[in-house]
């Protein structure tokens, strides 16, 4: 089947490359020429686990083409993906201005019958936003389709092909049945398909991003309690985890959510309450305890060199918000790093994928490396930001040695209290006691 998707970031890239996949012909349109032509030549601009392969090698089997050209692309294709961005406006709403103006320019182009599918996270309301907007602009007949996208930033290939669920929101029954063959390919362990109305199907995508920020949250909170109280969330954790009605997924601690999704999701979803007269008082929660989190880690490391930040220089693994991705938005990693650099203290950074990004984020504040021992040397304390699996199990005498002195700041809970002491460190982490050097 020839499809079009339109915005190839995150979303547009993975969606395309995993529809290829499954022996579609993609047109992937997008306004960058630069990312256009990087991808012609089988680039990839994010780093995204098994993305570059799976583009690669759909491009070379002729089923993945890239262009600038909307109307090549919507005379071609009988759907049309939207995977533009909607970030959040200074009110905190989401902005679907791109949305709306490539469904005008969609509508202007049309001939004939065509689906528009919203892959982009938009407001419940959206779908009679777009379709009043055609419907304006042309006589051309057409369906809508709301078709979020679940997917996390790390494990984005995977979780297209092997989803726990596709919701498709539409009207029409037919459209329902061409969405179905669409979704087969990837239902084959059975069907996790969710047919709903449009509006619930955009309700859905917020409510389980808002759902999920709430957890990490709320675990948050507890492990400021835990460390009050003396009490170890790790092990708080473990028994929450246990109960099934809750389960073990999202309850981590550690230096509060980041990234493209949960903080603008949650903005949005407390401004559409709020539109409708309705106080969003969980969300809202959960987004203060949130930016509360990362301040108290930040906090944490300030009073610790406390009069003495400009001649303390730290080092830092990790600035991606979450291992597995080289994306920054919003990152409470860079988050602590602005703090740490207004304060006056030097950085050192360390990042597999993120650097790069970082360092046009951040500039000259910072130092970067290519190597994580390597910005150790001469620092003050080692602080842990993301939780990349190369930074679960260190040399930590190859740590010791390049520091001035053996502290490390943990903000993921990756080490064992107890070992972390017996290698001769004072440790900080979330939620847990203090440690300090083990002695001989």
């Known amino acids: 089947m020839n499809i079009s998707v339109v915005g190839i970031g995150y979303v547009g890239l993975v969606t395309a490359g995993c529809l290829a996949e499954a022996g ?38 002729g089923r993945l083409h890239f262009t600038t050209d909307l109307k090549e692309a919507v005379e071609q294709s009988l759907l ?8 959040s406006a200074p009110d905190g709403s989401a902005d679907i201005s791109t949305i709306l103006s490539v469904s005008k320019a969609i509508a202007e182009l049309m001939t004939e019958y065509r689906i528009i599918v919203t892959k982009s996270t938009v407001p419940v309301g959206t779908h ?8 304006s602009k042309t006589n051309v007949p057409f369906d809508y ?22 919701i498709i929101g539409c009207d029409s029954l037919q459209v329902r049945e061409i969405m179905k063959q669409i979704c087969n390919p990837f239902m084959r362990k059975g069907n996790r398909i969710i047919f709903m109305d449009p509006a619930s199907a955009e309700m859905a995508k917020y409510g389980a991003n808002a759902m999920l920020a709430t957890r990490i949250s709320f675990m948050n909170e507890l492990s400021a309690l ?46 559409s309450g709020r539109a409708h007269g309705l106080d969003m008082h969980v969300a809202a929660a959960a987004q203060l305890a949130n930016e509360q989190q990362q301040a108290m ?69 910072i130092e970067i490396f290519d190597n994580g021992y390597n910005a150790l040397e001469g620092a003050d304390a080692l602080v842990v930001l993301t939780d990349w699996q190369e ?19 943990d903000g993921r809970n990756l080490y064992e209290l107890d070992y972390v002491g017996r290698a001769g460190f004072a440790y900080h982490s979330i939620g847990r006691k203090t440690v300090s050097p083990a002695q001989p």
């Not at 049309?80 to 970030?87: E, F, K, N, S």
């Not at 073990?248 to 401004?271: E, N, Q």
Request: charged share 30%.
């Open 24 to 61: 579609n012909r993609i047109f992937c349109v997008d306004n960058d020429v630069d990312k256009i032509n990087m991808l012609k030549e089988g680039g990839i601009p994010i780093y995204e686990p098994g993305l570059a392969e799976l583009v690669q090698h759909n491009l070379k089997a």
């Open 80 to 87: 049309i993906y939207l995977a533009v961005g909607t970030p």
């Open 128 to 135: 009679q936003k777009v379709s009043d907007l055609i419907m």
């Open 145 to 166: 389709v709301s078709n979020p996208e679940f997917l996390k930033e790390g494990a984005a290939v995977e979780d297209f092909l092997h989803p726990a669920r596709i």
């Open 226 to 271: 835990c460390e009050k109280v003396g009490a170890d969330i790790e092990m708080v954790r473990h028994g929450i985890g246990s109960d099934n009605r809750i389960g073990r997924d999202f309850l981590f601690a550690g230096i509060g959510y980041g990234g493209s999704c949960f903080p603008k999701d949650v903005r949005a979803l407390i401004h």
């Open 297 to 365: 880690f930040a906090d944490k490391i300030l009073k610790h060199f406390e009069g003495k930040e400009e001649k303390t220089t730290l080092c830092v693994w990790g600035l991606a918000f979450k291992a597995k991705t080289d994306d920054i938005r919003e990152s409470p990693a860079v988050y602590c790093v602005r703090e740490f650099v207004k304060a006056g203290m030097k950085v050192r950074a360390y990042d597999p994928e993120a650097a790069a990004v970082a360092k046009q984020a951040l500039g000259n504040a």
């Open 391 to 409: 930074f679960r199990n260190p040399d930590f005498a190859a740590i010791k040695a390049k520091l001035k002195k053996p502290v490390i700041f």
